[in-house]
Structures are given as structure tokens and as C-alpha cells.
């Protein structure tokens, strides 16, 4: 009782504060999407993703607090995300958070980024227990890490060239579908046949890294062949038989590494685990070899606050503490 974070993140292109209870109780998570502003130029710019992070802070704060019910008065620590992403944006959150941390003389910690996403999963969920490994699918990131403990972790495989969030907003744009894409190539495959399109899947055998710009290039090529050849392109066949290409390396990767590291229980996390496709085809193999998948609700996946605080919490548990040098990190190792 008496332990409320406020968190904040700007990583990237969402302006986001949110409030926690006793590290799981989400009491505010208020989130102001750039993705309107970004939209016409097709991707974030990071020039303006600042600025409108600039713009936007402290009206967010403002309402995360109305939200919770609470005041200034009432939190007891901030927690903000230090890296990694765009550093003009990351700058903004973590400026706003040392100064509030300074002015009200109370604790403040810095998270990284991916470990918030992770944590996404323990927010009404404490009880989970270690060890645990997490499939973690965003824009910029994709990684199969093993979870020993809080704070203590260990990456078993990553992306050799292309995040899986980074290559569907690629082919969303290549079929003129716009941006974000991945919850664009979501609907669409829907009707289509993913048999129809032959795609390749790069298995990189003996080894728990992924690989998608062979699959990009291969889409890619495609379409500039039925281009060339004025040939009609379904875009809706094309985007389901990418969607499960993508899908049938994390399945089987993930499937394997829980196999081996003989853990009850996996997670999902990042903006990809939004995918209900992934979220079922995964669930359903993991069962079909006696282990359980979590995912986080659905608008806990993509950029929040709150999975900061939540990740804030441990780290603030232990006792770690940020100091006035506390840095926007672009590439921040995990
Ligand atoms: O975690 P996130 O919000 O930001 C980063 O940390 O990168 O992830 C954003 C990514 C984007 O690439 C977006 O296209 C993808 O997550 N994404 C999805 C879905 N929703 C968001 N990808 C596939 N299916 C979805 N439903
Ligand atoms: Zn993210």
C-alpha cells in the first residue's frame, strides 16, 4: 500500500504516462498516438516525433494522474524508459522525468525498453514464476530471451537484418497498405489463401536467430515481376502467405527453445503479439507439448507506460536508483 509509480515513455511515436499500484495495478495508462502525424510520410519521422512529444508530455502526465485519482503529492516514484529508440524522443521522457524526480524528491529509475515490454506480461500477473522465456516481437527488436529472475536474463536468439514488426510494416508499404502495418497485413490475409504465393522461411538451422530479409526481398520481387509483366497481384493471398512465413519461424523457433530449456511457461511481448494469428498458431503448438503461453492484453502490447512502471517496480524493489545523469541511450544493450 502507498506505492505508486507514475511511468512515462516516448521512445518512439507515442507519448505515453500511466500510474501503478504496488507494481501490477494499473490504475491510469493514458497513451497519445503520433501515428496521424506520421502516416503521411509513411514511417516516423524522428525530428517531429520529438517535437510532438515536447507538445504532448505534460498534458499526458496531467491526465495519467487525473485518471488514477491522484496528485502530485501521492506518487511515490518515477520510472521512465532510458532506451532504446529514436534519441531525441527518448530524450523527452527521461528530461521531464529527472526533473519531476528532483523537484519532488522521490526515487526515479530508468528501464530499458524491451525489459518493459517483457514486463507487460507480470502487470495483473505477479505470480508468475522463473524460469521463463519470452518471444519478444516489436518494431525494432525481436529476440527469444531466457527469464532466470527478475532482472536476469539472457538473450538465446535475435534478428540477423529485419525485426518481424520492421518487415511487415516493409511489405504493408510495398502492397500500399499504409503505416503502421502490421495490423494492416493482419486484416487483409484474412481473405486471402496463403497457399496461393510460394515464400521462403529462413530456418538458419542449429541456431535460435531469425531472419527476414530473404522473405522481404522474395515479396519484393514479386510484386516488381507482376509490375513488370502487368500482371494482377492478390494482395490479400500475398499478405496471408507472408503473415505465415513470418509465423511459422517463431512458432517452430520457440517451440523448440522452450523444448529445450524445458520451461512451463512462455511469453509473448512487443507490438507483434498483438497478432491474433501468432497469439493462436503459438498457443496452440506450445500446448500441443505441455507448455503454456501468456500474452499481455491486447493494448499492453504496442508502446504503453504502464509496462514501464511495471518493469519500474523490480528494478526500484531492489534498490536501483537513476541519478541526475540519467541519458536517453539510442542503442542500449539489455
Ligand atoms: O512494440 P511496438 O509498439 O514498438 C516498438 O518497440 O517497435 O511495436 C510496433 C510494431 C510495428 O512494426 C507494428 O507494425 C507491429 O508492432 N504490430 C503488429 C500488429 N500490431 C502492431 N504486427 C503484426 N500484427 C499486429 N496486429
Ligand atoms: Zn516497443
Given at each position: ?23 501490477h ?10 501515428i ?5 510520410f ?33 506518487i ?14 527518448l ?29 507487460a ?9 522463473f ?57 487483409i490475409a484474412q481473405?486471402?489463401?496463403?497457399a ?14 531469425f ?18 509483366k ?19 519461424v ?15 511457461t ?13 497469439r ?19 493494448e ?35
Open positions: 500500500e502507498g506505492n505508486l509509480i507514475l511511468a512515462i515513455e516516448t521512445s518512439c511515436d507515442e507519448t505515453s504516462a500511466a500510474v501503478i499500484a504496488e507494481g495495478k494499473v490504475l491510469s495508462n493514458v497513451i497519445a498516438s503520433q496521424t502525424t506520421h502516416q503521411i509513411g514511417g516516423v519521422v524522428p525530428e517531429i516525433a520529438s517535437r510532438k512529444h515536447m507538445e504532448s508530455i505534460t498534458a499526458v502526465v496531467d491526465r495519467a494522474l487525473q485518471e488514477a485519482q491522484c496528485t502530485w503529492s501521492d511515490t516514484a518515477i520510472a521512465v524508459t532510458k532506451g532504446p529508440g529514436l534519441v531525441g524522443a530524450l523527452v521522457g527521461v528530461a521531464y522525468a529527472k526533473g519531476v524526480a528532483m523537484a519532488r524528491e522521490i526515487p526515479l529509475v530508468g528501464v530499458h525498453h524491451i525489459e518493459g515490454h517483457i514486463y506480461n507480470f502487470l495483473q500477473k505477479p505470480q508468475l514464476e524460469p521463463l522465456l519470452c518471444l519478444v516481437v516489436s518494431g525494432g527488436h525481436t529476440h527469444l530471451i531466457h527469464l532466470i529472475d527478475h532482472g536476469k536474463m539472457k538473450i538465446i536468439g535475435s534478428t540477423r537484418d529485419d525485426a518481424a514488426g520492421e518487415a511487415y510494416d516493409k511489405i504493408a508499404r510495398a502492397l500500399g497498405l499504409g503505416y503502421p502495418g502490421g495490423p494492416l497485413i493482419e486484416k481473405e486471402g489463401d496463403p496461393r504465393y510460394d515464400l521462403p522461411r529462413a530456418w538458419l538451422k542449429d541456431s535460435y536467430d531472419s527476414f530479409s530473404g522473405l522481404k526481398s522474395a515479396v519484393l520481387n514479386m510484386l516488381n515481376r507482376a509490375k513488370l502487368g500482371e494482377e497481384i492478390d494482395k490479400a493471398s500475398l499478405a496471408a502467405a507472408f503473415q505465415n512465413s513470418v509465423v511459422d517463431l512458432v517452430e523457433k520457440t517451440c523448440d527453445a522452450a523444448k529445450e530449456l524445458q520451461v512451463p512462455v511469453l509473448l511481448a512487443g507490438g507483434v503479439a498483438a497478432n491474433n494469428y501468432l493462436q498458431r503459438l498457443q496452440k503448438a506450445l500446448q500441443g507439448q505441455g507448455q503454456e503461453l501468456i500474452v499481455p492484453p491486447l499492453l502490447c504496442t508502446d504503453n507506460a504502464a509496462m514501464i512502471g511495471c518493469a519500474g517496480y523490480y528494478r526500484l524493489q531492489k534498490g536501483e536508483r537513476a541519478g541526475s545523469d540519467l541519458n536517453g541511450q539510442a542503442n542500449l544493450p539489455l
